[in-house]
Each structure stands twice: as C-alpha cells, then as structure tokens.
C-alpha cells in the first residue's frame, strides 16, 4: 500500500467529524443553500454564518396540523443562537389540507408542476408541501423588507424555514405566548391594537391579507406583537376569496379586543383595509 493510499483525506475528515455530532445534531447548512434561500439585508447581529456551525435540536416548541415548530440552537465557536424551525410534513403525514381558496391566483413556474398539482398526483402533493413552505418563506421576506412585525427569516432548505425564536422578554428564554393566552391591561390593549392595525396596514398596502389572522395567529413578546403562519397570504386582487378573507380577519380580531373591553368596530377597520389596498 502506497503512502497517498494510507493518508487521511478531507472526506476522511468530514466523516470523523461527523461522528462527533449527537444524534440531535447537524452541520449548518447555511452556505450550502442559494442566495435566494438566506433572510434580506441587513441581517439580524444573531444570524451565524459559519460554515462550521452546528444546529442542535432543544425540542419541540409547537405541533400544527401541517407543520410543527422545533427550538435550534446554532452555535460557532464564538458565539450561539436560538432559531425556531418550522418543518412541513410529508403530504401523507398532514392533518389538515388547505383550502383552494386559499390557492386561488397562484400559479408555479413549471407547467408540469402545475398539471402535477391540479391533478393531485403524488408528484403534486410533493410540490404542493414545498410550495407552502416556499410561500411562507416568500411571505416572510416581503413583509420583513416592508417593516411588518413578523419573525426574521433567516433561511430556508427544503420543507424547513428557520426564523427568528420570538422570546418573552419577561421569562428567561420562554417562548413568547399567543395572544389568545394575554390579559393585557387597558393602556397595553390599546397599543396592541394599535399595532395590529399597523401591520394589516402594511400588508394591505402591499394588497394582500393575512387570510387566517386570529389571536392565535399573533404572538405578544412583551409590549410587542408580531404577526405568525403566512403561508397562506392572500393577493386581494388575484384571489376572488380575498375581500371574504379580509372582512373573516377583521372580524376575528375584533371579536378578541371586543371581548377584553376595547370597542373596536370590524366594518371600520375593513373599510380602512379597503381602502389602503386600493
């Protein structure tokens, strides 16, 4: 046997290394990925670009029908980070199907994908999880470059979007809570109406709507709300469902401030919606 035959090579490297990852653990895949799969400048000071960042999986934060939400931890040698990964399931392992109204206007870019899609076929229930999660991801950097209160989007790969772990400020490292879960007291009620409307504003501007907005949709880090689950924005003017969609998100978020003693009015705010999309 030769010396070159008995040297260790680079892949003899990786591999030893790998074997020193936990079951839980990954390499980041951050400069594997495209361009186009990594969050918009400027990039948050916690986003790690290391290429020899680990991902370490902390557990899960929350299950959804269609997708759960996983706590990661991205760490370098000098410094770490805490992401939430939300990871769309197989088709097979799926709870809940959109509606089409949901999908109503949108098109894919491959005539075969689309054909796959409106016939349902294996191959076009494959497409169509990646393509909620490709629509979130899209949603996410829009609405982030826009000044929405959404999660940074830090990247994508595949059926997984990692993003910003939206903390509460007032526990050491919990998960901010629902609004759903919050007795807010009369003066905070008021600013996070305030704010809700501020970023149904945004998005209207921008012609879409949330399209499943609800107090269990908004999650309140502390003082601050920030909107979540985009994957199925709404374009009011492509999608015959969207002024529907919009007067159902209106009324769903009334119904919440109403109910903790704000008096708010959904046929106002809607006419206010309507009239900034338009």
């Known amino acids: 046997m030769t010396e070159s035959e008995t040297r260790p090579t680079l892949s003899d490297s990786w591999n030893i290394l790998d074997d020193q990852l936990a079951p839980n653990q990954r390499w980041s895949t951050w400069t594997s990925i495209e361009a186009g799969m990594r969050g918009p ?14 991902d370490t999986e902390l557990g899960i934060l929350k299950t959804g029908k269609e997708a759960d939400v996983f706590l990661i931890e991205r760490a370098s040698t000098e410094r770490s980070a805490i992401l939430a990964a939300k990871r769309y399931r197989a088709p097979d392992q799926r709870l809940f199907h959109r509606s089409s109204d949901y999908t109503e206007g949108r098109r894919v870019r491959r005539s075969r994908d689309q054909r ?6 294996n191959y076009g229930k494959n497409i169509a999880a990646a393509q909620w999660a490709w629509a979130e991801w899209s949603s996410l950097c829009l609405l982030w470059e826009k000044g929405a209160p959404v999660p940074y989007p830090v990247q994508i790969d595949g059926t997984e979007i990692l993003m910003e772990f939206i903390e509460d400020p007032e526990t050491d490292g919990a998960a901010a809570p629902r609004l759903q879960q919050t007795r807010p007291d009369r003066q905070q009620l008021e600013e996070y109406w305030h704010q809700l409307v501020d970023a149904m504003l945004v998005l209207a501007n921008l012609g879409f709507v949330h399209g499943d907005l609800s107090p269990y949709n908004v999650l309140a880090a502390g003082n601050r709300l920030v909107v979540i689950d985009l994957p199925q924005l709404i374009d009011l003017a492509a999608n015959p469902h969207g002024m529907e969609m919009l007067e159902r998100d209106c009324r769903n978020m009334c ?16 006419a206010e919606l309507v009239a900034a999309a338009w």
């Open 116 to 121: 796959a899609l409106e016939q349902k076929t």
């Open 41 to 54: 400048s400027p990039r948050p000071d916690y986003v790690i670009e290391d290429a020899g960042a680990i």
């Open 255 to 270: 119904t919440w401030f109403n109910a903790r003693g704000l008096d708010v009015n959904d046929g106002e705010l809607f």
